[in-house]
């Protein structure tokens, strides 16, 4: 009788890992490279965009990701910055001579939101909904630069207080 039980027991750990594996080749592949649809409604599960992050001062490149969210996710305003009230929100902390790269994705359905940055970035840019925008800098003047949403959009006030540090 133990053998018995022992035969469905290893039959059923087998077809478990046949239709596991079968669901996973079959299911479709999402990444980051995605679109931006699929990256904000995969965002809710992950943590890739922290609102402070500060690069690896041994590489010499920096990355970033910013989230631009309406009301009601955790990512409105700029990475959360709705909720960081008059903290600077958010904060990259890059070291000079670094090539900057932001890349923007704005996850709001239908408003476009604004990116700029002081002395970096000054002309800006709208990122319309369901767009991204990519730019690539090097900080080569130290300092503290102002990162705001430059377009009137409905959470501007929200979107007005990031931070770029360059040491
Ligand atoms: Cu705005």
Redesign the pocket.
């Given at each position: 009788m133990r053998r018995l039980w022992k035969g469905i027991f290893v039959a059923a750990v087998v077809i478990l890992a046949s239709v596991s594996l079968f669901i996973f080749l079959i299911s479709p592949k999402t990444t980051n490279n995605g679109s931006v649809v699929s990256i904000c409604s995969e965002l809710g599960a992950s943590s890739v965009a922290k609102g402070n992050s500060t690069a690896s001062a041994s590489s010499s490149v920096a990355n970033f990701l910013i989230v631009d969210a309406d009301p009601g996710g955790p990512y409105e305003g700029m990475n959360g910055s709705a909720y960081h009230g008059l903290s600077s929100w958010p904060v990259m902390h890059v070291f000079k001579g670094q090539k900057v790269t932001i890349r923007i994705i704005n996850c709001a359905p239908s408003e476009a939101?604004?990116f700029s940055i002081t002395h970096y970035f000054v002309a800006g840019v709208a990122v319309r909904a369901e767009q991204s925008y990519t730019f690539t800098f090097i900080a080569n003047t130290v300092g503290s630069f102002r990162i705001f949403?430059n377009?009137?959009?409905a959470?501007?006030p929200l979107?007005q207080n990031g931070l770029l540090v360059v040491s």
């Open positions: 939101h604004g949403c377009i009137f959009c959470i501007h979107m």
